[in-house]
């Protein structure tokens, strides 16, 4: 079985062209598309914005008006054309102790307040770390992700038993939703192999639609979680005391969904951007997120960040431009005042057959493939991400996989540093010792291992030739060794470091011989605040 290195070089043999339109004008057959897929998306964000409003602990209409306002600006001037944006249950959990101490007023307050955070992060670029997250991790998330979208369609098969509790079908109705779920994932399978006229979500939901109304088969639809009809979001300032004891409130549940929606939302923009072939507008995704949820506050809805589920949804069916979004937002407010007793109607079993769709076309397969052939390290921060986003949630599964990528790349790293010893050829019984790879925090405590400075010879030459001095720990175990040659009575020469170590290093700078060759790399610390540390080691 072939062995890869990274899982670049085997997603590479894997991936599948996009057979996508690449032209994403704004042509007459892409603007049909867009609107239809807008439709299609609208219809699959109704439950979720519902159901997210009540895992958040508020009425239906304040997830809706956040899926309408969110979606809106965001498709206007987000990042990238194509995402869909709204409520979402990874922003919904972390309100639910808010809503439920302080009051639906505090949540609004603390929406505006994250918003502010988010067009901060816009304005300051931060954005532009999102290309730290390594390939594994995008691989948990979105496996995570699709998981979550899984099981929270599960509260989809639940009914309200005549004591008003919550419990599982069972019997004919079960069965019967079973059908209607697998008869809908049947249609958008085939669909697309009779037409691409009109998106196959759309068609699935239309078709199980009219033989649920017409044949009036009993199983729960959109009204038996809660009616979407309403009338516009009114603006309204927060009623809230402005003092600092609500800022200390807010502040700790705004920090923590900005940082939540931006991660979503940026990691969305880049699975979006890998199906496209977009790239770029991180910034720009971070303003439009905050700036989107500044207004959501002041008009009365929950607040909310990109949802992969529905911009898969668009995406896979055919939805390329900024209309496609603009019209998602604009039907929702459609269903929402006028059309609300149709939206009702439908029933629950055909929006989830298209986001079982989903979940299915979402979930990175190939990472089950990967086993065996990437390092393990690997395989472990796709699982470990996959479970924290399950079981915590996404800016900790994603916080937790990067810092394993990077404590196994220091260690990794740490390994290659080496040396070879041998005779000089210029100075009479000297020895020199020709050290190789990185020399940063993971590798001081082995690079100071390799020398024995009671038994080598009176001379001692370190060449860096083939190393590099990366940071201050690494300068200071060069001090270090310098330090216990010196105890010693040894006579020690460095070679080949570059100017930045000359001016920096203290104890051994006496011992640097320049050379015509030395390297002009620049140390990764602040020099003035390292100057100062090391000149008084």
């Known amino acids: 079985m072939a062995k890869f290195t990274t899982i670049a070089d085997f997603t590479r043999k894997l991936r599948m062209p996009d057979r996508s339109p690449n032209n994403t004008l704004m042509t007459p057959m892409q603007a049909k598309t867009d609107i239809l897929s807008g439709l299609t998306v609208a219809l699959a964000l109704v439950p979720e914005a519902v159901a997210f409003a009540f895992v958040a602990g508020v009425e239906p209409l304040v997830g809706l008006y956040a899926a309408f306002i969110v979606g809106f600006i965001t498709a206007v001037f987000g990042g990238r054309p194509g995402m869909i944006s709204g409520a979402t249950g990874a922003l919904a959990v972390v309100m639910v102790a808010l809503v439920a101490n302080h009051g639906v007023q505090y949540l609004f307050a603390t929406v505006i307040l994250m918003g502010l955070l988010q067009v901060m992060a816009g304005v300051f670029r931060l954005g532009k770390f999102m290309r730290l997250v390594p390939h594994p991790v995008m691989l948990g998330f979105v496996n995570g992700l699709a998981i979550v979208i899984f099981l929270a369609q599960m ?20 069965f019967i939703t079973l059908g209607l779920v697998a008869l809908t994932m ?23 639609a009219t033989m649920v109304i017409l044949f009036d088969i009993p199983v729960p639809r959109v009204d038996d979680l809660a009616s979407v009809k309403g009338g516009l979001p009114t603006f ?26 931006l991660i979503e939302s940026l990691l969305t923009l880049n699975l979006v951007g890998d199906i496209t072939g977009k790239k770029g507008g991180a910034s720009q995704e971070c303003l439009a997120q905050g700036g989107a949820n500044i207004v959501t506050g002041f008009f009365g809805g929950m607040g909310g960040c990109a949802m992969i589920g529905q911009s898969m949804i668009n995406v896979n069916s055919g939805g390329r431009t900024r209309l496609a979004g603009i019209s998602a937002s604009i039907f929702l407010l459609v269903f929402i005042l006028f059309a609300s007793g149709i939206i009702d109607l439908i029933p629950l079993a055909a929006l989830v057959g298209v986001m079982f769709m989903v979940v299915i076309g979402t979930f990175a397969w190939q990472s089950i493939k990967l086993m065996g052939r990437i390092p393990m390290s690997d395989i472990l921060v796709i699982i470990v991400v996959t479970a ?7 800016a900790t599964a994603v916080i937790v996989g990067v810092i394993i990528s990077a404590l196994v790349y220091a260690w990794n790293a740490a390994s290659q540093i080496q040396v070879h010893a041998r005779l000089s050829e210029t100075e009479k019984g000297a020895i020199v010792y020709e050290l190789s790879g990185p020399l940063f925090f993971g590798s001081t405590t082995r690079f100071q291992e390799l020398f024995e400075p009671e038994n080598d010879p009176d001379t001692v030459i370190i060449d860096f030739n083939g190393s590099r001095v990366v940071d201050h720990s690494a300068l200071q175990a060069i001090d270090a060794i310098a330090a216990k040659y010196e105890l010693a009575g040894k006579k020690l020469m460095l070679r080949h470091l ?4 000359h001016a920096l290093l203290a104890k051994a700078g006496q011992l640097i011989v320049d050379m015509d060759d030395d390297p002009s790399y620049r140390i990764a610390t602040d020099y003035g605040i390292l100057a100062g540390k090391i000149g008084g080691h």
Do not use: Q
């Not at 509260?155 to 079960?174: N, P, Q, R, Y």
């Not at 570059?498 to 170590?501: G, I, Q, W």
């Open 155 to 174: 509260e989809h098969f639940k009914i309200i038993d005549d004591s008003g509790h919550h419990v599982w079908m069972t019997g004919a109705t079960l």
């Open 236 to 261: 309204s300032i927060p009623i809230v005391p402005l003092n600092l004891d609500t800022f200390f409130i807010i502040f700790p549940y705004a920090l923590i969904l900005a940082a939540i929606g």
């Open 186 to 208: 049947l249609l958008i399978w085939i669909t697309p192999k009779i037409t691409r006229a009109i998106p196959a979500p759309l068609v699935a939901i239309g078709l199980v």
């Open 498 to 501: 570059s100017r930045d170590c």
């Open 388 to 394: 924290v986003t399950v079981y915590s949630d996404l």
